[in-house]
């Protein structure tokens, strides 16, 4: 596609479930971002991968976060046990590499709730 | 390692007035710098961004930011602030081999 596809847009869940958030990356996009928004914040970023490097992990908040890109294309991100505080907006980014002087390119974001 | 600090996370300004969003950087490489707009209930897209050459860059919807290197500033200006101008600003650094780095944000309120 033309640009950073993500879905669903909005997910409603109950509390102790798990979801699951998808990101199609531009293609040919080495480098994909996963930020969460919540109400009122800033961006937090959960995770960072590039190529077939490991991926850095270092602002998934907790355990029972996680995120996966297969074949170096489609990413998910999945959130165990939702809890309340989980609900904010997703955001997916890709970029052609790190350190690179292109800009990275957003998705719209998936907007969760958890009830 | 590199990091970016937006000061001030709400700018207010009439209608008209100067705008100016704050973004000072910090990197161990010659870095990239970049400006982002999110408006209300949508993604983040690129007003400008610094690469190399000259300083003085131009964006969309008549935005301008200047690369100082010697003050590690990249702030954001924009002669007459429009109410359209409403929405959250971020200021992001890239360069070397590390991911891009956003600061934490700027919402920018426009008063009629």
């Known amino acids: 596609g033309a640009g950073v596809s993500q879905s669903p847009s909005n997910k409603v869940t109950e509390k102790g479930k798990d979801v699951e958030l998808r990101c199609d990356p531009i293609s040919g996009h080495t480098a994909l971002y996963w930020y969460r928004q919540s109400l009122g914040q800033g961006l937090e970023f959960l995770i960072y991968?590039?190529?077939?490097?490991?991926?850095?992990k270092s602002g998934l908040p907790s355990d029972r976060f996680s995120a996966e890109r297969t074949g170096g294309s489609v990413s998910t991100l999945t959130i165990q046990r939702t809890q309340q505080e989980d609900s904010a907006v997703y955001l997916c980014?890709?970029?052609?590499?790190?350190?690179?002087?292109?800009?990275?390119?957003f998705g719209q974001g998936t907007r969760l709730t958890v009830v | 390692a590199q990091s970016v600090t937006q000061l001030g996370s709400h700018v207010s300004v009439s209608e008209g007035a100067l705008v100016l969003l704050r973004c000072n950087y910090s990197?161990?490489?010659?870095?990239?710098l970049f400006w982002y707009v999110q408006y209300p209930n949508q993604g983040l897209q690129l007003l400008l961004k610094y690469t190399t050459g000259a300083t003085l860059v131009k964006g969309i919807n008549g935005f301008e930011a200047e690369f100082k290197k010697s003050e590690t500033s990249f702030h954001l200006t924009k002669p007459s602030a429009h109410m359209s101008d409403a929405a959250e600003y971020f200021c992001a650094v890239s360069g070397g081999y590390q991911k891009v780095t956003f600061g934490t944000g700027t919402k920018l309120q426009v008063i009629p």
């Open positions: 991968f590039q190529g077939n490097s490991a991926p850095d």
């Open positions: 990197s161990s490489v010659p870095p990239y």
């Open positions: 980014a890709s970029s052609t590499r790190q350190g690179s002087n292109t800009e990275a390119f």
